[in-house]
């Protein structure tokens, strides 16, 4: 066989190649297929495996099969009671006809837009008739329910199924919040002024029914010390009488050796006194036995 015929069977041989991949086209199991014939869709292939098309002529777009991710930008939504609220929200759709899908977005990129308006719309309309504090009770799933079936209702004709929407960060705007933290602040340091006053005013009176109980109590000790000391001084001057009025030699002899006590205490005291004097009477007075001499 000369070179020329071999030439020309690896020219034709190629070109069949090209031809064929031209011609077919393989549909994966997570995948569905748009074939289109200048531009112009003409047929839909969800079923997966090897298809034909005209080859030059129709070519093929592939979109997913599976659950597929939006993740909205932050807006901002004015709720019912004129509360503003920054709602960062997410959603999950799956791709239900490709022809309805390329007609109405061509690609996810123009879809996304297309979700977007619709997420914002109801997210508005949803949550412009509810108060802000229904986002944190038990209303908040009925407005989630009700949000989602807005977008699927709307959307249906997009060609999709939206199967959930949901609210990732809900937040107050900055200006919002600031004003609502220097509030919070303000409050609180308020509360704190107020327990500290009710604080001071309940030591205050502590220490005003503590210092009326100790004067209270002191007054009694005192009155209680006098009427002791006093029957006290009642019982020694009884004494003292009765001691008295049965030896009045031992009384005087007595009274006299307190004063040598409390005279010559004193290691260094110095006394200068008449050797006459009364007052050493009971030194000069003494009997052999040692007891004091009977005064004249």
Same mark, same amino acid.
């Given at each position: 066989m000369s070179q020329v015929k071999l030439a020309? !069977?690896?020219i034709v041989l190629g070109g069949l190649a090209i031809l064929a991949s031209s011609a077919f086209f393989t549909v994966g199991q997570a995948q569905q297929a748009l074939v289109l014939q200048f531009g112009a869709p003409?047929? #839909?292939? %969800?079923e997966p495996g090897l298809q034909v098309k005209i080859p030059f002529v129709q070519n093929v777009l592939y979109f997913e099969k599976r659950l597929l991710d939006f993740d909205d930008t932050p807006r901002e939504i004015v709720m019912g009671d004129q509360a503003r609220i920054v709602v960062d929200v997410f959603a999950r759709y799956r791709i239900r006809d490709p022809l309805m899908f390329f007609t109405a977005a061509r690609n996810e990129v123009g879809m996304r837009q297309r979700l977007a308006n619709a997420v914002q719309s109801n997210l508005q309309n949803t949550f412009g008739s509810a108060p802000l504090g229904a986002l944190f009770n038990e209303r908040r799933a009925a407005l989630m329910r009700q949000i989602t079936e807005g977008v699927v209702s709307e959307t249906r004709s997009f060609g999709i199924d939206v199967v959930d929407?949901? !609210?990732?960060r809900a937040d107050l705007p900055t200006d919002n919040s600031n004003a609502i933290f220097a509030r919070m602040q303000t409050e609180? #340091?308020?509360? /704190? =002024?107020? $327990?500290?006053? %009710? *604080?001071? $005013?309940?030591a205050q009176r502590i220490r005003a029914e503590a210092e009326r109980d100790r004067t209270v109590v002191l007054a009694d000790a005192q009155r209680d010390a006098a009427i002791t000391r006093a029957k006290g001084d009642e019982e020694a001057a009884d004494i003292? /009488?009765? =001691?008295? *009025?049965?030896n009045p030699e031992f009384f005087a002899f007595w009274r006299s050796l307190e004063a040598y006590r409390k005279s010559l205490s004193e290691s260094n005291s110095t006394i200068v006194l008449s050797p006459d004097s009364d007052f050493f009477r009971y030194f000069r007075e003494q009997r052999p036995g *040692? /007891?004091?001499a009977p005064r004249r």
């Open positions: 020309a !069977i690896a003409v047929r #839909v292939v %969800q929407v949901r !609210i990732m609180r #340091v308020r509360e /704190a =002024t107020s $327990e500290r006053a %009710q *604080g001071a $005013e309940s003292y /009488a009765k =001691t008295y *009025g049965s *040692g /007891a004091p």
